[in-house]
C-alpha cells in the first residue's frame, strides 16, 4: 500500500523497508536515507533504475544486494533511458495481456548530480520529452564522489572539489550551479520537485505524488555528503536543514506548470550558518560568504517573486 | 577463496537473486562510536528510526526503537537528530 | 540479365521507376534487384539507380557498369559530364531512352549515338496526366514498351499495390500514354 | 500466407521484426539503417505491430532502452549502423553480459574520418568482440529469415545473448530483390514466448548489473565465454527447424566450389554473394578455386571452418575493414589464429577491398584470385594488400 498523503509525522511512514542493511555506503551517507525512503513509500510493486554511482557500487557488490525490490543497472548516462524501456515493456506486455496484469509498477529512477545534469542529461531530457510515465529522482550531492569528489554541472559556487582545488588563482568552482530542475521544468513535464532529507514527510509526499501523476515526473533531492563536503557523520540531516533554512535549497513543486513553495521559511538563517558546517566551503573569505549572500538573495528574491508572496522571509541574523 | 562460487554456480547475466542480502554483510566493524538509546527519555518520534541511513533501527513491541548493532556504522545522525537528546554516542573501548 | 541504368535528378523518382520495374519482374516471379546510387545527393542532382532482371539467382552485388540498358529521365543531363555519364559503358546492342522531344533519329545524330534509340516526351505526358513533370511513371512505361523485359500488367499491378484513388488513376495514365507513344529507331 | 514481395534489406528486416510480434522498439535515425524503423514506426502508427516505438535520442539509448525493456521481459528490437554501433559501443558490452536476447540489425557503414555513409565492415569489425552472436547475411531474403532465427536463437535459455544481423548498408540495405515474407503464424510457432529466468518482476525481485569486484568478474565474463560456445551447435538446430518450417536452410557459413580448391576466397556478406561470379570466371578459365562465406561470425566455429578451409592450397582472405596497425584485416586475423599451430596449414593472403564503399567488381574479385594464383606460384611477396588504393602498387 502507498502511504496516505495525510501522514501526518515520519512515524506513520510504512514500517516495510525494501532497501537492506548491509549496504557499503558511508558513515551517515544522504543516498541510504533516500535510497530507504523512496522503496518504502513506492514498494513493492516498484521497479528501480539505478545509474553507476556511489548508490549503484554501494547497495550491489556481488555476492550481496541491498534491494529487495527489483532493481537494475546499466550504465552511468543511461538511467533515463533504461527506464524507458523498462516502462515501455511493462505498457506493451500489460497491453498483450503477457506480464504484470492488472497492476501498476511503478518505475523510478535514482540517480546522482553527475550521472543527471552532465553525462545522462540527454538521456534524461530524451525521456521527458517522450513522456515516459516514470519518476526521476537526482540525489544531488553536488559533485563526483565515487570517483572522489570531482566538480560536476551542479557543484555550487566556490565549493572546493578535488578538480576546483583552492590556489592562488582558483577559490574553488569558478561557474554557478546548473538548474537541473529547471531544465526537468522546461520540458512541461506534470511534476518538478525539489525536496530534503531533512523534510522526510514533505519528500514523502513529492515521491507519492510523482509517481501518482501520468506522465515523466522529476525529483531533485540533496544528498549532503559528508565525504566529500567534509562534514561529520551526524551532521547529514543538520547541513540538509540547514540548506532549507538559509534558502539555498528551497523545497517547491511545479504541478502542471503551477509552482508552489511547500516548506516556506518564514525567517531565513544567514548563508554562513550553512557554509561554515562544511569543510568544502572552508577557504572562504568574509567577503565571499557576502557574494554567495548575495547571489542567494537574488535567487530568493525569485523564488517569492514566483510564489506571489514572501515564502522565503528576510535574513534574521540570531 | 575456497568458499567462493564457481562460473556456473552464480546466477546468470550478472544478477543477484538473494534480494536482500547485503544482510549477509555485517557491518558492525565499520563503527566508532555506538549510539546508545535512553529509553527514559524517548518520546517514540522515530525519527531516529526514519533518518537512520543503515536502515539499523527497529521499532520493538514495546514502542521503543532498537539499534540493531550488527548493522549500525556509528554515523551519530540518530544522536544528532534526537530531538530528546535521548541518543548518546559513546566511545567503545576495546 | 538484362541490366538497366536510370538516370534523373534527386527527387524525379528515378529510383522508384527502377524499384517498380523490378518489383513488376519479381511479380511475375523473375528475379530482380534494384538498388540507387546514393552520393551526398540532395533534390535536383543528378541521380543514378539500377535495375537487373533476370530467371534466376542474381549474385551481382557491383553497381552496372555496361548496361544493357540506359534510361534518361530529364533531358538537361545530356550535356557536359552528365552526359558522360549518361553514355559510360554503353556497349553493341545497348539501348537508350529518353525523356526528350526530339525523334530518335534526331536524338541520335546529336549524342553521336550508334545503336537502338526510343524517345517519349515524358514530360509532356507527366504535366498533362499528372500536373506535375513527375516523369518516372511514363519513364516505366517507355521502358516496358521497348525493352520488353515485363508485361505490362505487372506494372500496373505493382502500381495497384503502391497507389489509390487519383494518384494510381494517373500514373497508369501515363504510363499507358507512355506505351502508346514511345518511338524507337536503330540508329 | 508467405508472400513473395519486392523489398529491400532495410524492409525485408521490418517485416521479420513485424512478424515476430516484437514488445518495444527503439532507435534513432542513421544512415543507412534508417528505413527499418521507418517501416517499423509505420507498422506501429497503422496498428499492424502492437508495439511500443521508443523514439530515442541517441543509439546509446537505443540500446539501453531496449536493455531496459529486454529486463522488464519484453521482445526487443533495434537497429543501426556505423557512428552509431560506436556510440553503443559500451552498451554492446552490458547487454552481452546481462544476457538479454536483444536482436539488433546493423547496415554496416563505415566510421569516421572520413564522413562517409557507405559501406564496410569497420563498424561492426570494431565491436565484434563484445559477446554477441553476430551473422553476417548476403541477401535480403537471408536477412529476413535470420531475423527470425535471432529471436529463437537468442531467446533459448542455454544461449541467451544478444544477436546482430550485419549486412552490407545501401549494397544490401537498400537493394530491392525478392523476399519470400514469412508467415506471421507460422513464424510464431517457431518462435514462440519464452518465459526467462531472470527479468525485472516485484513478485520475484532481483537485482540485475551487479558490480563485481576481482573476485567474481572472471566467473561472470565466463559465462559468457560459455554460452558462447554453445551458439554453433544450437544455431544448427534453429536452422533445421527453420528448414522444417518454411524450407530454406542456411547453415553456419556457405561454400562454393571448395573441394577441390587450390585457393579458396573468404569474404562476408555482400563481396560474397558477387564473389561466386568471379569463382564461375576462374573456375571457366581453369583455376581450381573456390569461396568460403562464413555466416555465423561471432563465434567462429573453429573446427567447422577448418575442415572445409584446410584442404586448400592457399587463403584469400577479403576483409572489408582495416585493423589499423595490426597484422591485415579481422578476418584475415581471426583465420589465420585458428591455424596457427597446425604443422600443415594453406597459405594466406589477405586483401583489404570494399573500404567507404568502393564498388567490389566482379573483375577486382577475379583480380583477388589471379593474385593469390600467382603468389602461390611465386611466394607470397605482400601478406596484405590493400586493393586498390590509387598510388599503391604491389607488382602483384
Given at each position: 500500500?502507498?502511504?496516505?498523503?495525510?501522514?501526518?509525522?515520519?512515524?506513520?511512514?510504512?514500517?516495510?523497508?525494501?532497501?537492506?542493511?548491509?549496504?557499503?555506503?558511508?558513515?551517515?551517507?544522504?543516498?541510504?536515507?533516500?535510497?530507504?525512503?523512496?522503496?518504502?513509500?513506492?514498494?513493492?510493486?516498484?521497479?528501480?533504475?539505478?545509474?553507476?554511482?556511489?548508490?549503484?557500487?554501494?547497495?550491489?557488490?556481488?555476492?550481496?544486494?541491498?534491494?529487495?525490490?527489483?532493481?537494475?543497472?546499466?550504465?552511468?548516462?543511461?538511467?533515463?533511458?533504461?527506464?524507458?524501456?523498462?516502462?515501455?515493456?511493462?505498457?506493451?506486455?500489460?497491453?498483450?495481456?503477457?506480464?504484470?496484469?492488472?497492476?501498476?509498477?511503478?518505475?523510478?529512477?535514482?540517480?546522482?548530480?553527475?550521472?543527471?545534469?552532465?553525462i545522462g542529461l540527454q538521456a534524461l531530457s530524451g525521456a521527458l520529452e517522450r513522456g515516459h510515465d516514470?519518476?526521476?529522482?537526482?540525489?544531488?550531492?553536488?559533485?563526483?564522489?565515487?570517483?572522489?569528489?570531482?566538480?560536476?554541472?551542479?557543484?555550487?559556487?566556490?565549493?572546493?572539489?578535488?578538480?576546483?582545488?583552492?590556489?592562488?588563482?582558483?577559490?574553488?568552482?569558478?561557474?554557478?550551479?546548473?538548474?537541473?530542475?529547471?531544465?526537468?521544468?522546461?520540458?512541461?513535464?506534470?511534476?518538478?520537485?525539489?525536496?530534503?532529507?531533512?523534510?522526510?514527510?514533505?519528500?514523502?509526499?513529492?515521491?507519492?505524488?510523482?509517481?501518482?501523476?501520468?506522465?515523466?515526473?522529476?525529483?531533485?533531492?540533496?544528498?549532503?555528503?559528508?565525504?566529500?563536503?567534509?562534514?561529520?557523520?551526524?551532521?547529514?540531516?543538520?547541513?540538509?536543514?540547514?540548506?532549507?533554512?538559509?534558502?539555498?535549497?528551497?523545497?517547491?513543486?511545479?504541478?502542471?506548470?503551477?509552482?508552489?513553495?511547500?516548506?516556506?521559511?518564514?525567517?531565513?538563517?544567514?548563508?554562513?550558518?550553512?557554509?561554515?558546517?562544511?569543510?568544502?566551503?572552508?577557504?572562504?573569505?568574509?567577503?565571499?560568504?557576502?557574494?554567495?549572500?548575495?547571489?542567494?538573495?537574488?535567487?530568493?528574491?525569485?523564488?517569492?517573486?514566483?510564489?506571489?508572496?514572501?515564502?522565503?522571509?528576510?535574513?534574521?541574523?540570531? | 577463496?575456497?568458499?567462493?562460487?564457481?562460473?556456473?554456480?552464480?546466477?546468470?547475466?550478472?544478477?543477484?537473486?538473494?534480494?536482500?542480502?547485503?544482510?549477509?554483510?555485517?557491518?558492525?566493524?565499520?563503527?566508532?562510536?555506538?549510539?546508545?538509546?535512553?529509553?527514559?527519555?524517548?518520546?517514540?518520534c522515530y525519527l531516529c528510526w526514519a533518518f537512520c541511513p543503515e536502515n539499523a533501527i527497529k521499532i520493538?513491541?514495546?514502542?521503543?526503537?532498537?539499534?540493531?548493532?550488527?548493522?549500525?556504522?556509528?554515523?551519530?545522525?540518530?544522536?544528532?537528530?534526537?530531538?530528546?537528546?535521548?541518543?548518546?554516542?559513546?566511545?567503545?573501548?576495546? | 540479365?538484362?541490366?538497366?541504368?536510370?538516370?534523373?535528378?534527386?527527387?524525379?523518382?528515378?529510383?522508384?521507376?527502377?524499384?517498380?520495374?523490378?518489383?513488376?519482374?519479381?511479380?511475375?516471379?523473375?528475379?530482380?534487384?534494384?538498388?540507387?546510387?546514393?552520393?551526398?545527393?540532395?533534390?535536383?542532382?543528378?541521380?543514378?539507380?539500377?535495375?537487373?532482371?533476370?530467371?534466376?539467382?542474381?549474385?551481382?552485388?557491383?553497381?552496372?557498369?555496361?548496361?544493357?540498358?540506359?534510361?534518361?529521365?530529364?533531358?538537361?543531363?545530356?550535356?557536359?559530364?552528365?552526359?558522360?555519364?549518361?553514355?559510360?559503358?554503353?556497349?553493341?546492342?545497348?539501348?537508350?531512352?529518353?525523356?526528350?522531344?526530339?525523334?530518335?533519329?534526331?536524338?541520335?545524330?546529336?549524342?553521336?549515338?550508334?545503336?537502338?534509340?526510343?524517345?517519349?516526351?515524358?514530360?509532356?505526358?507527366?504535366?498533362?496526366?499528372?500536373?506535375?513533370?513527375?516523369?518516372?511513371?511514363?519513364?516505366?512505361?517507355?521502358?516496358?514498351?521497348?525493352?520488353?523485359?515485363?508485361?505490362?500488367?505487372?506494372?500496373?499491378?505493382?502500381?495497384?499495390?503502391?497507389?489509390?484513388?487519383?494518384?494510381?488513376?494517373?500514373?497508369?495514365?501515363?504510363?499507358?500514354?507512355?506505351?502508346?507513344?514511345?518511338?524507337?529507331?536503330?540508329? | 500466407?508467405?508472400?513473395?514481395?519486392?523489398?529491400?534489406?532495410?524492409?525485408?528486416?521490418?517485416?521479420?521484426?513485424?512478424?515476430?510480434?516484437?514488445?518495444?522498439?527503439?532507435?534513432?535515425?542513421?544512415?543507412?539503417?534508417?528505413?527499418?524503423?521507418?517501416?517499423?514506426?509505420?507498422?506501429?502508427?497503422?496498428?499492424?505491430?502492437?508495439?511500443?516505438?521508443?523514439?530515442?535520442?541517441?543509439?546509446?539509448?537505443?540500446?539501453?532502452?531496449?536493455?531496459?525493456?529486454?529486463?522488464?521481459?519484453?521482445?526487443?528490437?533495434?537497429?543501426?549502423?556505423?557512428?552509431?554501433?560506436?556510440?553503443?559501443?559500451?552498451?554492446?558490452?552490458?547487454?552481452?553480459?546481462?544476457?538479454?536476447?536483444?536482436?539488433?540489425?546493423?547496415?554496416?557503414?563505415?566510421?569516421?574520418?572520413?564522413?562517409?555513409?557507405?559501406?564496410?565492415?569497420?563498424?561492426?569489425?570494431?565491436?565484434?568482440?563484445?559477446?554477441?552472436?553476430?551473422?553476417?547475411?548476403?541477401?535480403?531474403?537471408?536477412?529476413?529469415?535470420?531475423?527470425?532465427?535471432?529471436?529463437?536463437?537468442?531467446?533459448?535459455?542455454?544461449?541467451?545473448?544478444?544477436?546482430?544481423?550485419?549486412?552490407?548498408?545501401?549494397?544490401?540495405?537498400?537493394?530491392?530483390?525478392?523476399?519470400?515474407?514469412?508467415?506471421?503464424?507460422?513464424?510464431?510457432?517457431?518462435?514462440?514466448?519464452?518465459?526467462?529466468?531472470?527479468?525485472?518482476?516485484?513478485?520475484?525481485?532481483?537485482?540485475?548489473?551487479?558490480?563485481?569486484?576481482?573476485?567474481?568478474?572472471?566467473?561472470?565474463?565466463?559465462?559468457?565465454?560459455?554460452?558462447?560456445?554453445?551458439?554453433?551447435?544450437?544455431?544448427?538446430?534453429?536452422?533445421?527447424?527453420?528448414?522444417?518450417?518454411?524450407?530454406?536452410?542456411?547453415?553456419?557459413?556457405?561454400?562454393?566450389?571448395?573441394?577441390?580448391?587450390?585457393?579458396?576466397?573468404?569474404?562476408?556478406?555482400?563481396?560474397?554473394?558477387?564473389?561466386?561470379?568471379?569463382?564461375?570466371?576462374?573456375?571457366?578459365?581453369?583455376?581450381?578455386?573456390?569461396?568460403?562465406?562464413?555466416?555465423?561470425?561471432?563465434?567462429?566455429?573453429?573446427?567447422?571452418?577448418?575442415?572445409?578451409?584446410?584442404?586448400?592450397?592457399?587463403?584469400?582472405?577479403?576483409?572489408?575493414?582495416?585493423?589499423?596497425?595490426?597484422?591485415?584485416?579481422?578476418?584475415?586475423?581471426?583465420?589465420?589464429?585458428?591455424?596457427?599451430?597446425?604443422?600443415?596449414?594453406?597459405?594466406?593472403?589477405?586483401?583489404?577491398?570494399?573500404?567507404?564503399?568502393?564498388?567490389?567488381?566482379?573483375?577486382?574479385?577475379?583480380?583477388?584470385?589471379?593474385?593469390?594464383?600467382?603468389?602461390?606460384?611465386?611466394?607470397?611477396?605482400?601478406?596484405?594488400?590493400?586493393?586498390?588504393?590509387?598510388?599503391?602498387?604491389?607488382?602483384?
Amino acid at each position: 500500500m502507498i502511504m496516505d498523503y495525510s501522514m501526518s509525522t515520519v512515524k506513520d511512514l510504512p514500517r516495510e523497508e525494501y532497501f537492506a542493511s548491509g549496504h557499503r555506503l558511508c558513515q551517515g551517507c544522504p543516498e541510504a536515507i533516500i535510497a530507504r525512503l523512496v522503496t518504502k513509500v513506492l514498494g513493492p510493486n516498484l521497479i528501480v533504475v539505478t545509474p553507476t554511482g556511489c548508490l549503484e557500487v554501494s547497495t550491489s557488490v556481488y555476492p550481496e544486494t541491498a534491494w529487495k525490490i527489483p532493481w537494475i543497472h546499466v550504465a552511468f548516462e543511461n538511467a533515463a533511458a533504461v527506464a524507458s524501456g523498462v516502462e515501455a515493456a511493462i505498457r506493451a506486455l500489460q497491453r498483450k495481456g503477457l506480464k504484470y496484469k492488472g497492476r501498476k509498477i511503478h518505475v523510478v529512477a535514482i540517480a546522482g548530480d553527475g550521472g543527471t545534469a552532465d553525462i545522462g542529461l540527454q538521456a534524461l531530457s530524451g525521456a521527458l520529452e517522450r513522456g515516459h510515465d516514470f519518476v526521476y529522482i537526482c540525489m544531488d550531492n553536488e559533485a563526483y564522489m565515487n570517483t572522489g569528489i570531482q566538480r560536476s554541472g551542479a557543484t555550487p559556487l566556490k565549493a572546493w572539489t578535488t578538480t576546483t582545488p583552492v590556489g592562488s588563482k582558483w577559490r574553488g568552482k569558478l561557474q554557478l550551479k546548473k538548474d537541473i530542475p529547471a531544465i526537468a521544468a522546461a520540458h512541461g513535464i506534470p511534476y518538478v520537485a525539489v525536496a530534503s532529507i531533512s523534510h522526510l514527510k514533505d519528500f514523502a509526499y513529492k515521491v507519492k505524488k510523482a509517481a501518482e501523476i501520468d506522465g515523466p515526473a522529476y525529483i531533485h533531492v540533496q544528498a549532503p555528503c559528508p565525504t566529500g563536503w567534509r562534514f561529520d557523520s551526524s551532521k547529514t540531516i543538520e547541513v540538509a536543514r540547514l540548506g532549507v533554512l538559509t534558502g539555498m535549497w528551497v523545497l517547491y513543486e511545479i504541478e502542471r506548470g503551477v509552482f508552489k513553495v511547500t516548506v516556506p521559511v518564514p525567517q531565513r538563517r544567514p548563508v554562513e550558518d550553512y557554509l561554515m558546517l562544511q569543510g568544502r566551503f572552508r577557504h572562504l573569505t568574509k567577503e565571499e560568504i557576502e557574494e554567495v549572500q548575495r547571489y542567494v538573495d537574488e535567487q530568493v528574491e525569485k523564488v517569492n517573486k514566483r510564489a506571489g508572496y514572501t515564502a522565503i522571509g528576510p535574513v534574521v541574523r540570531l | 577463496m575456497s568458499e567462493l562460487k564457481k562460473w556456473f554456480e552464480l546466477p546468470i547475466g550478472c544478477t543477484n537473486i538473494e534480494p536482500g542480502s547485503s544482510l549477509n554483510n555485517i557491518t558492525a566493524g565499520w563503527r566508532v562510536f555506538t549510539p546508545v538509546i535512553d529509553e527514559k527519555k524517548c518520546t517514540k518520534c522515530y525519527l531516529c528510526w526514519a533518518f537512520c541511513p543503515e536502515n539499523a533501527i527497529k521499532i520493538a513491541d514495546d514502542g521503543f526503537p532498537k539499534t540493531d548493532y550488527r548493522y549500525c556504522k556509528g554515523c551519530g545522525i540518530c544522536s544528532n537528530e534526537c530531538p530528546a537528546k535521548a541518543i548518546t554516542m559513546i566511545r567503545q573501548e576495546v | 540479365m538484362i541490366e538497366i541504368r536510370w538516370h534523373g535528378r534527386g527527387g524525379q523518382g528515378a529510383v522508384t521507376a527502377a524499384e517498380l520495374l523490378a518489383s513488376a519482374a519479381i511479380m511475375e516471379g523473375k528475379w530482380a534487384q534494384a538498388f540507387p546510387s546514393f552520393g551526398a545527393e540532395r533534390r535536383g542532382a543528378p541521380v543514378q539507380a539500377y535495375t537487373r532482371i533476370d530467371d534466376k539467382p542474381i549474385y551481382n552485388r557491383s553497381f552496372i557498369y555496361e548496361p544493357d540498358v540506359v534510361v534518361v529521365l530529364d533531358p538537361s543531363l545530356l550535356e557536359g559530364a552528365e552526359l558522360r555519364d549518361v553514355l559510360s559503358g554503353l556497349k553493341a546492342g545497348s539501348k537508350l531512352i529518353v525523356n526528350t522531344k526530339l525523334s530518335p533519329k534526331s536524338l541520335a545524330e546529336k549524342l553521336h549515338f550508334k545503336g537502338e534509340v526510343a524517345t517519349i516526351d515524358a514530360t509532356a505526358i507527366a504535366l498533362e496526366v499528372i500536373g506535375r513533370p513527375i516523369v518516372n511513371t511514363a519513364m516505366l512505361g517507355a521502358v516496358v514498351k521497348t525493352v520488353g523485359v515485363v508485361d505490362p500488367s505487372s506494372v500496373l499491378k505493382v502500381l495497384e499495390k503502391r497507389f489509390s484513388g487519383g494518384v494510381l488513376k494517373r500514373n497508369i495514365e501515363a504510363i499507358k500514354r507512355a506505351y502508346e507513344s514511345t518511338l524507337q529507331e536503330v540508329a | 500466407m508467405a508472400q513473395r514481395m519486392a523489398l529491400s534489406t532495410n524492409y525485408a528486416i521490418a517485416y521479420a521484426v513485424k512478424n515476430c510480434d516484437v514488445d518495444v522498439i527503439a532507435a534513432y535515425p542513421i544512415t543507412p539503417q534508417t528505413t527499418v524503423v521507418e517501416r517499423l514506426s509505420e507498422f506501429v502508427a497503422n496498428g499492424e505491430l502492437d508495439a511500443e516505438y521508443i523514439p530515442v535520442e541517441s543509439e546509446h539509448s537505443a540500446l539501453s532502452a531496449v536493455i531496459g525493456a529486454s529486463a522488464a521481459g519484453a521482445r526487443v528490437f533495434t537497429a543501426t549502423a556505423s557512428q552509431g554501433l560506436a556510440l553503443m559501443h559500451e552498451v554492446l558490452f552490458m547487454a552481452s553480459g546481462m544476457r538479454l536476447p536483444i536482436v539488433m540489425s546493423i547496415a554496416n557503414r563505415t566510421l569516421s574520418m572520413p564522413l562517409n555513409i557507405h559501406n564496410d565492415h569497420q563498424d561492426m569489425m570494431s565491436s565484434r568482440d563484445c559477446g554477441w552472436i553476430q551473422i553476417y547475411i548476403s541477401s535480403a531474403q537471408e536477412a529476413h529469415d535470420t531475423v527470425i532465427q535471432a529471436y529463437r536463437l537468442a531467446e533459448r535459455l542455454d544461449i541467451l545473448l544478444p544477436v546482430c544481423v550485419c549486412y552490407d548498408g545501401y549494397v544490401l540495405s537498400h537493394t530491392y530483390e525478392p523476399v519470400e515474407v514469412r508467415d506471421k503464424q507460422k513464424v510464431l510457432e517457431y518462435t514462440p514466448r519464452v518465459e526467462r529466468p531472470h527479468v525485472l518482476d516485484p513478485d520475484k525481485p532481483i537485482t540485475m548489473g551487479v558490480m563485481a569486484l576481482p573476485n567474481y568478474t572472471y566467473e561472470f565474463k565466463y559465462q559468457v565465454v560459455d554460452a558462447l560456445k554453445r551458439v554453433p551447435k544450437a544455431l544448427e538446430e534453429v536452422d533445421a527447424e527453420f528448414a522444417d518450417k518454411f524450407g530454406v536452410k542456411y547453415g553456419l557459413y556457405e561454400e562454393y566450389m571448395c573441394s577441390d580448391a587450390d585457393v579458396i576466397m573468404i569474404a562476408l556478406g555482400a563481396i560474397a554473394s558477387t564473389a561466386r561470379l568471379a569463382i564461375d570466371n576462374l573456375r571457366s578459365k581453369g583455376f581450381r578455386i573456390g569461396l568460403f562465406r562464413p555466416r555465423l561470425y561471432r563465434p567462429i566455429p573453429v573446427e567447422l571452418w577448418k575442415s572445409v578451409l584446410r584442404k586448400a592450397k592457399m587463403l584469400a582472405i577479403v576483409d572489408r575493414a582495416i585493423a589499423f596497425g595490426g597484422c591485415g584485416g579481422p578476418l584475415f586475423s581471426d583465420v589465420a589464429t585458428m591455424f596457427i599451430n597446425d604443422s600443415e596449414r594453406p597459405l594466406m593472403i589477405n586483401f583489404i577491398a570494399g573500404i567507404g564503399g568502393r564498388d567490389v567488381t566482379v573483375r577486382d574479385l577475379e583480380q583477388m584470385g589471379l593474385m593469390a594464383f600467382k603468389s602461390l606460384e611465386e611466394g607470397l611477396k605482400e601478406q596484405c594488400i590493400y586493393f586498390g588504393v590509387r598510388g599503391v602498387d604491389y607488382g602483384l
